[in-house]
Nanobody, 121 residues
Framework: QVQLVESGGGSVEAGGSLRLACATYGLTYSLSFMGWFRQAPGKERETVATIYTDSGNTDYADSVKGRFTASRDTAKNTVYLQMNNLKPEDTAMYYC??????????????WGQGTQVTVSS
């Protein structure tokens, strides 16, 4: 059974940092395309960052560019999101998702349960 499990969320003050991790289980072949997504109260779910797990190539939302860094550890079947200089507007539930090819957010095959990030001012 395929599972994606996020960890690393928590509460921090503005300007602080967190590192999220997404471990994958039950996969015969690694997911080629993975991403981090978030949903804040009253807002639609949005893409934060994406990563191709073989090459490590990444893309970021303009709102987090220069502050967040996505990476992967292929041997551990895990992707990460380093979040620096956090702002109150980053407060949201963060989700990891992936597939064997690039798809729109809503069509990605596998999703984790989410981890809460709360940033106080």
């Amino acid at each position: 059974q395929v599972q994606l499990v996020e960890s690393g969320g928590g509460s921090v003050e503005a300007g602080g940092s967190l590192r999220l991790a997404c471990a994958t289980y039950g996969l015969t072949y690694s997911l080629s395309f993975m991403g981090w997504f978030r949903q804040a109260p009253g807002k639609e779910r949005e893409t934060v960052a994406t990563i191709y797990t073989d090459s490590g190539n990444t893309d970021y939302a303009d709102s987090v560019k220069g502050r967040f860094t996505a990476s992967r550890d292929t041997a551990k079947n895990t992707v990460y999101l380093q979040m620096n200089n956090l702002k109150p507007e980053d407060t949201a539930m963060y989700y990891c998702a992936g597939d064997w090819l690039r798809r729109p957010l809503t069509d990605l095959r596998y999703w984790g349960q989410g981890t809460q990030v709360t940033v106080s001012s």
